[in-house]
């Protein structure tokens, strides 16, 4: 095989820097590239207009190209046109995480039928090496833990929110204004886009089809300026940290949430739209891997380095090398949320009166929550405060049990907040 | 090929931590090990004595193995027996840095023309995947800049001495009693463990040979607590960083020695025995990779791991994969330590007269140095004072002749200390 030719479909912000990337790699040739309007005007020097279509399956059935890059993004019709560029013998690279997500099982088992490589270095972290690092250099290690910040765009939100002390709706527009967020957020901002990676990432890691349906998940919509605050005032910083975990039992533990992480923590040291992963496993211990999560340029690092990798397997071996195949027979064992242990801020707005407290003190001990500090945070012109109460770990349904009683007591107003705590 | 054969030579800490990790896996099976002292008592369970030898000679010339794992270190012996595994056909891991810095070149060209793959990831930050991401994952990527902490026993030891006040004497007895550094700790406080690392990892990164001899080296053993004090007055602390860059003009600067690194760098925050590394390229930007650089279980982590790489590769691919062979045809172009721009932190003893602080000026002025801020320290029993500055960014050759010129004068007494300064 001499020049290895590619077919590109997306031609956005991340395929235009693939693009431009690959022209300064020799050994490649893009054959085509799927666009959604041919006649917007490029604006790239030398282009050669003739190589663009916008039927995406002249990329996948175009018997020249050996290789399909897709970086359109969404299900459909990615998935079709994957089926059917595997089906045609073409290896993938691929930066679509939610493809991956929803429908991975299917396409690593077909690509497995055919014999075909499909890398998505790109999908997880951006920029970050971590898909390749796992499948290979700490292939030795069991992996335990992972806990990350894999969405730049609530990382940006929340930075600012905490540097500026603005309001969740005001770093929203001003991360749009800077194009940090896109203009119906929801994806990033629910933690749709984290929930994809961290269950990506968890299944290799952990070896286990980890199944996106299973995965607990809440945004950062309802972070209010009182919370950070608070957070800041107790030693911590609200991140939305993607985590998964391996419980002693063998059960799997995967969720998206926003978390109260200690100042000292590495992750409370991660900021804007940076993305970083801690992993902990034997032998390795832990590691944390740091840099841009999103873009046209960390992306293209990894689809392009994929694509060497790619070129380099097919050069000397006609099979793909095990490292390369995804093929995650056993299904993980995922525990529900109300099932899992954490430390909580719980954020209370309650009657001020001498009472409360004690009463929210009685309802965590009947509820075998253990507080480990309870604080009152200022009174509100209504006559109500702002109550905070850290506790030690817990199991989730007792602290869920334990707020519903909490509101059929007249003292207490509402449950402004239940956030989980990492130290 | 069904069970992968393997020979170890050497059998202490890391030796010990490679075969415990390798009898969790399958399909990897240990045929001799060569030891130091054949009749020394082994604290491992089940363990079959009949494979020990104290002749590393049997290992290499042992027609059964396929992979000899060399964690002996040193250049003597492992330099021949390097040699004569290849010759006899036999693919390499090691964790050896001193060899490789040194004899790299022999040994690449050497398994170039043998077809023979030598994986080395254990070599540099120990259980951090770097070497094999720079190969695969970020190959698309320009990298430009490598800036680490790659010494685990030289940043416990001034970790200490920021932490606790302690003196360098002190710190590195503590450091000793406790394991993080050896009786006799040259190699690792003069810097030369990092240097080997380092030269190791430009090479890969830069894809030019970079020769050890050439890479300027200062340890930490001159650093004064009253250095530790003026670094944290001024918003530094001070690390052991090994850096490599390219600059303008294709010319390569690479050197290890102790930094004042700002404490609002990521570097600045890895405490203790903890390596990172930061590492800066098109298109990906920056990365920071943070973990374990030494010790039994996270070396076992990279060696394994390259085990098990090596045996996918060999399971389907008769020769050597592009990415795994290390052959820099091209010899970077290194500059001295003289001709390198850097801001630097100037510890001088004067005079405690009036006129002292308009010396330094004048000489640093006449020298094209800028001082960005001066200041006395205190006053000595013996009515001298130290006089720190921070200049911009000056050339080095500049630096050292104001300093010569600064010790003619009587104000003058001495220069206790020239440190560079990462902001």
Do not use: W
């Amino acid at each position: 095989m001499e020049k290895l030719k590619v077919g590109i479909i997306g031609f956005g912000t991340v395929g235009t820097g693939v693009y431009k990337v690959l022209q300064t790699i020799d050994n490649i040739e893009i054959k085509k590239i799927a666009v959604k309007n041919i006649n917007k005007k490029r604006n790239i020097e030398n282009f050669d207009e003739t190589i663009l279509t916008n039927d995406a399956f002249q990329v996948v059935n175009d018997p020249d190209i050996d290789v399909v890059i897709e970086v359109a993004g969404g299900v459909n019709p990615a998935f079709d046109l994957l089926k059917t560029a595997i089906n045609n013998g073409k290896h993938i690279v691929t930066a679509n995480k939610e493809l991956l997500a929803k429908e991975g099982s299917e396409l690593f088992r077909l690509a497995k039928e055919k014999n075909i490589i499909i890398l998505y270095e790109a999908a997880v972290a951006g920029g970050i090496p971590i898909i390749m690092p796992v499948k290979t250099t700490l292939s030795a290690n069991k992996i335990t833990k992972i806990a990350a910040i894999l969405n730049g765009t609530t990382n940006y939100i929340l930075t600012k929110m905490h540097e500026q002390n603005l309001s969740y709706d005001t770093a929203l527009k001003q991360a749009q204004e800077l194009g940090y967020a896109e203009t119906d957020p929801t994806g990033d901002v629910e933690g749709y886009d984290a929930s994809y990676k961290i269950s990506i990432l968890s299944t290799i890691a952990f070896n286990k089809k980890v199944s996106i349906d299973k995965i607990y998940r809440e945004g950062i919509t309802n972070i209010k300026p009182q919370d950070i605050q608070s957070a800041k005032d107790l030693g911590y910083r609200i991140k939305l940290i993607a985590m998964g975990q391996v419980l002693e039992d063998g059960k799997i533990d995967v969720r998206v949430h926003p978390m109260l992480v200690a100042k000292k923590h590495l992750l409370a040291k991660v900021n804007n739209a940076t993305n970083s992963i801690m992993l902990t496993g034997y032998p390795v211990g832990e590691l944390v891997l740091t840099g841009p999560g999103a873009g046209a340029e960390p992306t293209a690092s990894s689809v392009v380095g994929d694509l060497l990798i790619l070129a380099s397997e097919l050069k000397t071996s006609p099979c793909p090398l095990p490292q390369t195949v995804c093929n995650h027979e056993e299904i993980a064992d995922q525990i529900e949320i109300g099932d899992t242990y954490n430390d909580y801020y719980i954020s209370i707005n309650a009657s001020n009166n001498p009472g409360a407290i004690g009463i929210i003190g009685t309802i965590c001990g009947k509820n075998n929550i253990s507080i480990s500090t309870i604080m009152q945070k200022g009174i509100n012109p209504d006559n109500t405060a702002q109550i905070v109460v850290i506790t030690e770990k817990s199991k989730e349904s007792d602290v869920q049990n334990a707020l519903k009683e909490m509101l059929k007591s007249d003292s207490i107003k509402n449950i402004d907040n239940l956030l989980r705590v990492m130290n």
